[in-house]
């Protein structure tokens, strides 16, 4: 297998980019099937597994795949090696390492195990004696979501921003809020949420009645490889 991979990487630096600075190539010695799709990464094997460190297969199997440039260049993912070609840069990295032994992909014959949640800390609370809540929200922690932008001005325990709703009031680390159930109705609907504070997000519980509840929303707008896009249609209804 090795001396495949040997062969290999002469060949491409032989008919591929040799005097073609117009050509890339990213070429690493990882235990992989496929490495730039997501869909398949469910498998007993390491399939779907490199693009970005982020992507659900690397994060199962604990690979972040990365292959260092030549005569000391910049370490990158195959996303990374991707977009700087596509940007017009030569880019040609073939990995050093033999075949099973680059330290950002190694096979251990099955996934590593789950490291455990990291608990969350308690917020820093302002004069008003209540934590900070702005900023971008989303809904989905590792897929395309919906963002909610949250408002609370320096000093205020108060919080604008969330549709259907009224300005929620915060008390420590939980906001109260009153919602409406039905478009145009009156918000009578009282919500809690409660904040805490996370790696790599923070994440806010909602506590109410209703079919989104129980739900979760991870703060930080964009993550990863997803996109928490704003988007008119309110899903904080119940209907």
Same mark, same amino acid.
């Given at each position: 297998m090795r001396s495949f991979r040997d062969q290999f990487a002469a060949a491409i630096t032989a008919g591929v980019t @040799?005097? &073609?600075?117009?050509?890339?190539v990213f070429l690493d010695s990882c235990y992989v099937h496929e490495q730039n /799709?997501?869909?398949?990464?469910?498998?007993s094997m390491p399939n779907c597994v490199g693009w970005n460190p982020l992507s659900p297969g690397s994060k &199962?199997?604990?690979?972040?795949?990365? /292959?260092?440039l030549p005569n000391g260049g910049r370490t990158?993912?195959? @996303?990374q090696a991707f977009g700087a070609w596509w940007k017009g840069e030569t880019i040609v990295a073939i990995d050093n390492h033999t075949f099973f032994d680059n330290p950002s992909c190694i096979y251990r014959g099955h996934p590593p195990s789950p490291a455990p949640p990291t608990p969350g800390g308690a917020c820093k609370q302002n004069a008003a004696g209540c934590c900070d809540f702005s900023g971008e929200w989303c809904n989905q922690?590792?897929?395309?979501?919906? &963002?909610? /932008?949250?408002?609370?001005?320096?000093?205020?325990?108060? /919080?604008?921003g969330i549709p259907g709703c009224n300005n929620g009031t915060v008390s420590g680390d939980t906001m109260s809020i009153l919602c409406c159930t039905k478009k145009h109705a009156p918000c009578t609907q009282?919500?809690?949420?409660?904040l805490s504070l996370s790696t790599p997000q923070d994440v806010l519980h909602w506590?109410?009645?209703?079919?989104?509840?129980?739900? &979760?929303?991870w703060r930080g707008g964009n993550y990863g490889n997803y996109t928490c896009r704003t988007n008119k249609?309110?899903?904080f209804y119940d209907a």
């Amino acid at each position: 297998m090795r001396s495949f991979r040997d062969q290999f990487a002469a060949a491409i630096t032989a008919g591929v980019t @040799q005097g &073609k600075p117009k050509n890339g190539v990213f070429l690493d010695s990882c235990y992989v099937h496929e490495q730039n /799709v997501d869909y398949c990464s469910g498998q007993s094997m390491p399939n779907c597994v490199g693009w970005n460190p982020l992507s659900p297969g690397s994060k &199962k199997w604990g690979y972040t795949t990365a /292959v260092s440039l030549p005569n000391g260049g910049r370490t990158l993912t195959p @996303q990374q090696a991707f977009g700087a070609w596509w940007k017009g840069e030569t880019i040609v990295a073939i990995d050093n390492h033999t075949f099973f032994d680059n330290p950002s992909c190694i096979y251990r014959g099955h996934p590593p195990s789950p490291a455990p949640p990291t608990p969350g800390g308690a917020c820093k609370q302002n004069a008003a004696g209540c934590c900070d809540f702005s900023g971008e929200w989303c809904n989905q922690e590792d897929k395309d979501g919906i &963002k909610y /932008v949250f408002e609370q001005p320096a000093g205020s325990c108060t /919080v604008s921003g969330i549709p259907g709703c009224n300005n929620g009031t915060v008390s420590g680390d939980t906001m109260s809020i009153l919602c409406c159930t039905k478009k145009h109705a009156p918000c009578t609907q009282h919500r809690t949420a409660t904040l805490s504070l996370s790696t790599p997000q923070d994440v806010l519980h909602w506590n109410f009645a209703g079919p989104n509840g129980h739900s &979760k929303w991870w703060r930080g707008g964009n993550y990863g490889n997803y996109t928490c896009r704003t988007n008119k249609t309110d899903m904080f209804y119940d209907a």
